[in-house]
């Protein structure tokens, strides 16, 4: 590989990995925590191997008893050091053969292999290869539970993945499904050994190999090199050597392994995540949350109080003023509700019954309704997720929309602009009459105490004191029908303006409480989904 494309295989290497870390610290909380915490075992081991020997590349020989895995590592490595035996248990300890260039001591205290040699030239493996460390491990089929547990390390930790598998076992489920299935993404960096070919006869060789290259595919590892070889006589020794060696030279297996790994761990978090994606917030969403939210805190018995207010005030004002005295005896509703404001100080608390099961029922019914319509589509962990934001404010949102209504200005202090002209007319319409029965008290007394009554002018036969009073009855009387109707009137206006006032404060609280938390879990969603798709190398 040029340096050219090995530093753009880095680079791409680099943004996988800030973006898996990424998704990582996203998917907290909402993705359980096994998976959680795989994925950063991968973080881990990928930040460990970056940091050690990018000169060596280690190849991990891998197989089952009786398959002649330390032999065929003897055969490629030039060495009898392996230990080869027929009785269990066999290789109980890996043992690390190393050539080329210094500084593999710590990469392999990262591998935790104590047992280290160094290896001879070997023609056709170590020439013009750079650094190489051979790994043989112990029997992935050890009936030694630690034995088993050092292949599972060593099989995530390192460059390389030599299977070597033998005619009589080649195709056991328990070895391709507990070991090599699970590295099935790794197909760039696994070489596939059939070894003791020397057992077949000739006829025999390539029905084999078609059979394991068609397990391999059906393990995901169809485009894994196969090889056939005997540890015994040679046979296809050398080409395993140079393909090994050609591994080696391009210095790529590193990167192309952390990859790899890169791509399981972002697959097992879509696994986790799941298929789909959220709706979002919906402009008919916030007015149905709202609404319901409205209904729960009773702004429909504020919208009444105001136009009660609204009719019992303009009686005040401009009703009869004979009668309207008696209109004091009523208490104004919106000051039983505590929502009167007698100067320009914000109210904090209304005087409406507190929430009970009805109402509660009702909010947790408008916040769910909300919550699923926002994470229609999105995956069910991510769906529980939105409705778990929308409920996180759960608790002091009855309290905040009482603060709402209260602290919403209902214009119960302003009065119309009829109400001093009515009230100016009335009063008018009262002096005339009083003024007409005073004058016709003073034509009577005058007339009882025989002092001469002087003649009372008149208008169309009609006695003006009299008229004086008919005109000022009938007048003010006119006057406090005709307010009645239009204080009705009024009352309707007014109460529609706190409607919308009050829903437009339940609105904004809703929002708050409710939506944004909403809309900032999809936001997280979202990036969640685009930091895993860049994750994919």
């Given at each position: 590989?040029?340096?050219?494309?090995?530093?753009?295989?880095?680079?791409?290497?680099?943004?996988?990995?800030?973006?898996?870390?990424?998704?990582?610290?996203?998917?907290?909380?909402?993705?359980?925590?096994?998976?959680?915490?795989?994925?950063?075992?991968?973080?881990?081991?990928?930040?460990?191997?970056?940091?050690?020997?990018?000169?060596?590349?280690?190849?991990?020989?891998?197989?089952?008893?009786?398959?002649?895995?330390?032999?065929?590592?003897?055969?490629?490595?030039?060495?009898?050091?392996?230990?080869?035996?027929?009785?269990?248990?066999?290789?109980?300890?890996?043992?690390?053969?190393?050539?080329?260039?210094?500084?593999?001591?710590?990469?392999?205290?990262?591998?935790?292999?104590?047992?280290?040699?160094?290896?001879?030239?070997?023609?056709?493996?170590?020439?013009?290869?750079?650094?190489?460390?051979?790994?043989?491990?112990?029997?992935?089929?050890?009936?030694?539970?630690?034995?088993?547990?050092?292949?599972?390390?060593?099989?995530?930790?390192?460059?390389?993945?030599?299977?070597?598998?033998?005619?009589?076992?080649?195709?056991?489920?328990?070895?391709?499904?507990?070991?090599?299935?699970?590295?099935?993404?790794?197909?760039?960096?696994?070489?596939?050994?059939?070894?003791?070919?020397?057992?077949?006869?000739?006829?025999?060789?390539?029905?084999?190999?078609?059979?394991?290259?068609a397990i391999l595919e059906r393990d995901g590892l169809g485009k894994a090199q196969v090889a056939a070889v005997s540890a015994l006589t040679g046979e296809g020794v050398d080409g395993l050597r140079t393909r090994i060696a050609a591994v080696?030279?391009?210095?790529?297996?590193?990167?192309?392994?952390?990859?790899?790994?890169?791509?399981?761990a972002a697959q097992r978090l879509a696994e986790a995540s799941g298929e789909g994606d959220a709706a979002g917030v919906h402009q008919q969403d916030r007015k149905q949350l709202a609404a319901g939210l409205a209904d729960a805190v009773h702004?429909?018995?504020?919208?009444?109080?105001?136009?009660?207010?609204?009719?019992?005030?303009?009686?005040?004002?401009?009703?009869?003023?004979?009668?309207?005295?008696?209109?004091?005896?009523?208490?104004?509703?919106?000051?039983?509700?505590?929502?009167?404001?007698?100067?320009?100080?914000?109210?904090?608390?209304?005087?409406?019954?507190?929430?009970?099961?009805?109402?509660?029922?009702?909010?947790?019914?408008?916040?769910?309704?909300?919550?699923?319509?926002?994470?229609?589509?999105?995956?069910?962990?991510?769906?529980?997720?939105?409705?778990?934001?929308?409920?996180?404010?759960?608790?002091?949102?009855?309290?905040?929309?009482?603060?709402?209504?209260?602290?919403?200005?209902?214009?119960?202090?302003?009065?119309?602009?009829?109400?001093?002209?009515?009230?100016?007319?009335?009063?008018?319409?009262?002096?005339?009459?009083?003024?007409?029965?005073?004058?016709?008290?003073?034509?009577?007394?005058?007339?009882?105490?025989?002092?001469?009554?002087?003649?009372?002018?008149?208008?169309?036969?009609?006695?003006?004191?009299?008229?004086?009073?008919?005109?000022?009855?009938?007048?003010?009387?006119?006057?406090?029908?005709?307010?009645?109707?239009?204080?009705?009137?009024?009352?309707?206006?007014?109460?529609?303006?706190?409607?919308?006032?009050?829903?437009?404060?339940?609105?904004?609280?809703?929002?708050?409480?409710?939506?944004?938390?909403?809309?900032?879990?999809?936001?997280?969603?979202?990036?969640?989904?685009?930091?895993?798709?860049?994750?994919?190398?």
């Amino acid at each position: 590989m040029s340096r050219h494309r090995q530093a753009r295989a880095e680079s791409s290497l680099d943004r996988s990995l800030v973006a898996l870390n990424e998704a990582r610290e996203l998917g907290e909380g909402r993705l359980d925590d096994a998976t959680l915490e795989q994925v950063y075992g991968v973080l881990e081991r990928a930040s460990s191997r970056r940091s050690l020997s990018a000169d060596h590349t280690v190849v991990g020989f891998f197989g089952a008893t009786g398959s002649g895995k330390s032999s065929l590592f003897n055969a490629v490595a030039g060495s009898d050091a392996a230990r080869v035996a027929v009785r269990r248990p066999t290789t109980s300890e890996p043992l690390a053969m190393i050539w080329g260039m210094p500084g593999s001591a710590p990469l392999l205290d990262w591998l935790e292999v104590a047992d280290r040699r160094e290896g001879t030239p070997v023609p056709g493996l170590t020439s013009d290869a750079g650094g190489l460390v051979l790994l043989d491990l112990p029997d992935f089929d050890s009936v030694q539970l630690e034995n088993r547990a050092i292949v599972e390390r060593l099989a995530g930790q390192v460059d390389v993945l030599v299977w070597v598998v033998d005619p009589q076992k080649y195709a056991d489920a328990a070895v391709h499904n507990d070991f090599i299935r699970p590295f099935s993404s790794h197909a760039a960096v696994t070489l596939v050994v059939l070894n003791q070919v020397d057992k077949l006869a000739p006829s025999e060789i390539k029905p084999v190999l078609d059979s394991l290259a068609a397990i391999l595919e059906r393990d995901g590892l169809g485009k894994a090199q196969v090889a056939a070889v005997s540890a015994l006589t040679g046979e296809g020794v050398d080409g395993l050597r140079t393909r090994i060696a050609a591994v080696v030279k391009a210095k790529a297996a590193k990167s192309a392994r952390l990859a790899a790994d890169v791509a399981v761990a972002a697959q097992r978090l879509a696994e986790a995540s799941g298929e789909g994606d959220a709706a979002g917030v919906h402009q008919q969403d916030r007015k149905q949350l709202a609404a319901g939210l409205a209904d729960a805190v009773h702004i429909e018995t504020v919208v009444s109080a105001v136009g009660s207010s609204y009719r019992l005030e303009a009686t005040r004002r401009t009703g009869w003023p004979v009668t309207r005295w008696i209109s004091r005896f009523r208490k104004d509703p919106l000051r039983r509700l505590s929502l009167r404001r007698e100067d320009s100080s914000e109210l904090n608390r209304t005087s409406l019954p507190p929430a009970g099961a009805a109402e509660l029922a009702r909010i947790d019914s408008s916040i769910r309704g909300f919550a699923d319509a926002a994470s229609e589509g999105a995956a069910g962990p991510w769906r529980a997720s939105i409705r778990s934001a929308a409920r996180s404010n759960r608790e002091v949102l009855p309290d905040s929309l009482d603060q709402a209504v209260a602290g919403t200005d209902l214009k119960a202090n302003t009065g119309a602009w009829w109400w001093p002209l009515f009230a100016v007319f009335q009063w008018l319409a009262l002096l005339v009459a009083v003024g007409g029965l005073l004058w016709l008290g003073g034509l009577a007394v005058m007339g009882y105490f025989q002092f001469p009554v002087p003649e009372t002018p008149k208008v169309e036969g009609w006695p003006l004191p009299t008229l004086m009073v008919l005109a000022g009855v009938v007048v003010g009387i006119f006057l406090a029908v005709s307010s009645k109707f239009l204080a009705l009137a009024g009352a309707k206006a007014r109460a529609a303006q706190a409607r919308r006032r009050l829903r437009e404060s339940v609105a904004a609280v809703s929002q708050v409480l409710v939506g944004e938390p909403v809309e900032a879990e999809i936001a997280h969603y979202r990036d969640f989904q685009a930091a895993l798709a860049a994750a994919h190398p």
